[in-house]
Nanobody
């Protein structure tokens, strides 16, 4: 089993910044990719950004140039640096990880519990 624990959410004014962290722990042989998603009230969960084990990144158009995803492989941790935040960025942010438990096993996807980000004056 794998646990993902997010932190760093909170209340910030428009134009401000926040950094989210997500640490994975448990039965981990390797992590193929990690990502951040968000879900606003009344809306579906949507992709924010992903990063592979090799460092390849992918961003949703609405965060390009404002958010940066990064990772620390040694700590099994992914970060999301969020700048120039807008009220429409308000949502619960979830991280996920695509995890292999052994060398020969397939991968399983795990989700964190979510962290609230509120952008408001």
């Amino acid at each position: 089993q794998v646990q993902l624990v997010e932190s760093g959410g909170g209340l910030v004014q428009p134009g401000g910044s926040l950094t989210l962290s997500c640490a994975a722990s448990g039965s981990i042989f390797s992590i193929n990719a990690m990502g951040w998603y968000r879900q606003a009230p009344g809306k579906q969960r949507e992709l924010v950004a992903t990063i592979t084990s090799g460092g390849r990144t992918n961003y949703a158009d609405f965060v390009k140039g404002r958010f940066t995803i990064s990772k620390d492989n040694a700590k099994n941790t992914v970060y999301l640096q969020m700048n120039s935040l807008k009220p429409e960025d308000t949502a619960v942010y979830y991280c996920d990880a695509d995890v292999a438990h052994t060398l020969l096993s397939g991968t399983s996807r795990y989700w964190g519990q979510g962290t609230q980000v509120t952008v408001s004056s």
